[in-house]
T-cell receptor, first 111, second 111 residues
Framework: DGGITQSPKYLFRKEGQNVTLSCEQN?????MYWYRQDPGQGLRLIYY???????QKGDIAEGYSVSREKKESFPLTVTSAQKNPTAFYLC??????????FGPGTRLTVL | RKEVEQDPGPFNVPEGATVAFNCTYS??????FFWYRQDCRKEPKLLMS???SGNEDGRFTAQLNRASQYISLLIRDSKLSDSATYLC????????????FGTGTRLTVIP
């Protein structure tokens, strides 16, 4: 059963803590993406990766970091430097240049 | 100016009605266009790609007007299950893999 999985579904973090959001896909897609969605706003691109061991900053990369050591996995770390991290985080994957498919998302709340 | 602009709505229509959404994009070199559907607190899911000649999928019709830089989505015979937020999505160019998302148009179909 092919698809994209994200974990956890809900995550609570204290201020000053780093947290890592998981994203795994078994669609054999080369490209993977991280977006953030806030109420009343469109999705905003945080980071994307077109190939293993390579990634680029998106529009709002400050306070976030990623790695792409395996084709299937693209974890996102939300660092303490991110000033307003409470949001809905969505991971996506695609064949480069084609439509993107999304995971179910992680809701991060900073307490 | 935003890359992609949509009327946020909400559009409240009775069952069986026909409803249309428009979306404008700013980059005239944009190559690919999509409509995604997003249910409340869920991930976006691809509804349909938009082709230059226009395309239809059951009750849904998408059209592209490159000269005026807008795309449209028409839903005929609205069902209660069509209630969702519809996201207009634009791929800026052949060399880019990232997508630009509109903020979405909220549709509620009323019994």
């Amino acid at each position: 059963d092919g698809g994209i999985t994200q974990s956890p579904k809900y995550l609570f973090r204290k201020e000053g803590q780093n947290v890592t959001l998981s994203c795994e896909q078994n669609l054999n897609h080369d490209a993977m993406y991280w977006y953030r969605q806030d109420p009343g706003q469109g999705l905003r691109l945080i980071y994307y990766s077109q190939i293993v061991n390579d990634f680029q900053k998106g529009d709002i990369a400050e306070g976030y970091s990623v790695s792409r050591e395996k084709k299937e996995s693209f974890p996102l770390t939300v660092t303490s430097a991110q000033k307003n991290p409470t949001a809905f985080y969505l991971c996506a994957s695609s064949i480069p240049g084609y439509e993107q498919f999304f995971g179910p998302g992680t809701r991060l709340t900073v307490l | 100016r935003k890359e992609v602009e949509q009327d946020p709505g909400p559009f409240n229509v009775p069952e069986g009605a026909t409803v249309a959404f428009n979306c404008t994009y700013s980059n005239s070199a944009s190559q690919s266009f999509f409509w995604y559907r997003q249910d409340c607190r869920k991930e976006p899911k691809l509804l349909m790609s938009v082709y230059s000649s226009g395309n239809e999928d059951g009750r849904f019709t998408a059209q592209l007007n490159r000269a005026s830089q807008y795309i449209s989505l028409l839903i005929r015979d609205s069902k209660l299950s069509d209630s969702a937020t519809y996201l207009c999505v634009v791929k800026p160019g052949t060399g880019a893999n990232n997508l630009f998302f509109g903020t979405g148009t909220r549709l509620t179909v009323i019994p």
